[in-house]
């Protein structure tokens, strides 16, 4: 099954903590490969005053469960320094992993929502997922990656900026 990654961050070496995690994704049991990548993009932060964010999505190829996948964002997150107990709700961190979409998939449990419930509100999310999958349909909404890119950028044009293109497998 082909998901979609979200990486963010904003605290210490953010291209560093997530060209580590793209490369360590492909070398642990369930996952075959990372298949892109996009652009890097400086994103302004929400919550409390704090440095902007650097966001980007990847492809990646899963063949075991997606609550795995996920326990392996979260160790991945860890091995960064993200404390999850000891930060604040949209508070600064060094590398934040979202399961975003999974291809033709809903998944409704308490540890784990597929689409992530605020995707399609979500420009820093959507703008960097509309490069790799600009035609892939949100299965709730019905509605395109692109189309939900787009209509997040009308409504703030200034909500993503590209920065460049980090180093990655």
Do not use: I, K
């Not at 409390?48 to 997150?77: R, W």
């Not at 975003?100 to 784990?112: F, I, K, N, Q, S």
């Not at 509605?143 to 293109?165: K, M, S, Y």
Request: proline share 8%; glycine share 12%; with cysteine.
């Amino acid at each position: 099954m082909r998901v979609l990654l979200g990486l963010g961050g904003n605290t210490g070496e953010v291209r560093r903590a997530f060209a580590r995690a793209l490369g360590e994704l492909g070398a642990w049991p369930g996952v075959d490969r990372v298949v892109g990548a996009s652009a890097l993009y400086r994103t302004r932060a929400v919550g409390p005053e704090q440095p902007d964010f650097l966001n980007m999505a990847a492809l990646v190829v899963v063949s075991g469960s997606l609550l795995g996948f996920l326990e392996l964002c979260q160790e991945l997150e860890r091995g960064a320094g993200r404390d999850r107990g000891g930060e604040s709700r949209w508070g600064p961190r060094p590398l934040d992993l979202d399961l975003l979409l999974a291809e033709e998939a809903v998944h409704r449990g308490p540890r784990l929502t597929l689409p992530h419930s605020h995707f399609h509100e979500r420009a820093f999310a959507l703008v960097p997922a509309a490069e790799l999958v600009p035609g892939w349909s949100h299965p709730l909404l019905g509605r395109t990656v692109g189309e939900l890119a787009a209509e997040a950028l009308a409504r703030d044009p200034g909500a993503v900026e590209r920065a460049a293109r980090p180093d990655h497998p």
